[in-house]
């Protein structure tokens, strides 16, 4: 993406962020409950509206498919090259107990694979873009970018993280089974936070064994990714990808690229199996 549109985008994010501060520091969020019970509140409406609005004007030829609009029936979807997978706000539930792991989800992809993606956390004004083979920066709310490096250092733990508002006892089950074999400590937190955490460095794994839709994991699986992690189905093992007939993302793992190596993926591929 040329330098101007991308500093274009960087204010989109920035202008949605300041949106959902705006609601956030109310005392009427306006929550209701979507036809799966999730909720969604003014917040997310009005992300929504800005990014929208935003993306459609500076890419004309690109559509966007956002979690809080009409998605296209499938066989349109199949036929689209690329398009923006927007979650305007990731961590409702985050947001409405006040607890600030919420953020803003954006990703351009390519085929069935994230091309570009971006994460923005509000209440720090702070996000992080990655282009695929190009690396990760982080970026703050004027658009000033600096080029974050790989970490280095190797945990003599195994920190995985976990979703605070939706654990469930398949992850806990198959935490339990690598605690047989390894150190562990768990790291919960809300929305594609666990993935920052993952590319910061302050976390090593992400296990996802509940309800996921594809708009909570692109930019993040596209980051772990370029950091030299690897991102897995639970059913077959296969790479997590985009632009399915239902977008919801199946179970899966995220390692980082400590943990990206044969012996550690077959262990987590037998305790998977049993």
Not at 185 to 212: F, R, T
Not at 265 to 271: D, E, L, N, Q, Y
């Amino acid at each position: 993406m040329e330098e101007q549109k991308l500093k274009s985008v960087f204010s989109i994010l920035a202008a949605a962020g300041e949106a959902i501060q705006e609601v956030y520091a109310s005392d009427n969020f306006n929550e209701e409950l979507k036809a799966d019970n999730s909720p969604v509140t003014r917040a997310d409406k009005a992300s929504s509206k800005i990014i929208n609005n935003g993306l459609k004007t500076l890419f004309t030829d690109i559509p966007v498919l956002d979690e809080e609009n009409l998605i296209p029936a499938y066989h349109v979807r199949t036929n689209w090259e690329h398009y923006f997978l927007v979650d305007p706000l990731d961590g409702t539930k985050e947001f409405i107990k006040r607890n600030g792991e919420f953020c803003i989800n954006l990703a351009l992809i390519k085929g069935t694979q994230p091309d570009e993606g971006w994460i923005y956390q509000p209440l720090i004004k702070t996000g992080w873009y990655c282009k695929k083979g190009a690396g990760i920066y982080e970026f703050d709310k004027s658009g000033i970018i600096c080029k974050i490096e790989q970490p280095g250092e190797v945990s003599k733990v195994i920190r995985i993280a976990t979703s605070r508002s939706f654990f469930k006892p398949r992850e806990a089950e198959l935490i339990e089974k690598i605690r047989r074999e390894f150190s562990v400590e768990i790291i919960h937190c809300g929305s594609s936070k666990k993935q920052v955490q993952m590319v910061l460095g302050n976390a090593d794994m992400y296990l996802k064994a509940g309800p996921c839709s594809e708009w909570d994991t692109a930019p993040g699986q596209l980051m772990v990714e370029e950091f030299g992690g690897i991102v897995f189905r639970q059913d077959n093992f296969e790479p997590v990808r985009y632009n399915k007939p239902e977008m919801i993302s199946p179970h899966f793992v995220m390692l980082n690229s400590d943990l990206n190596t044969p012996e550690f993926i077959g262990f987590m591929k037998h305790i998977i199996q049993e």
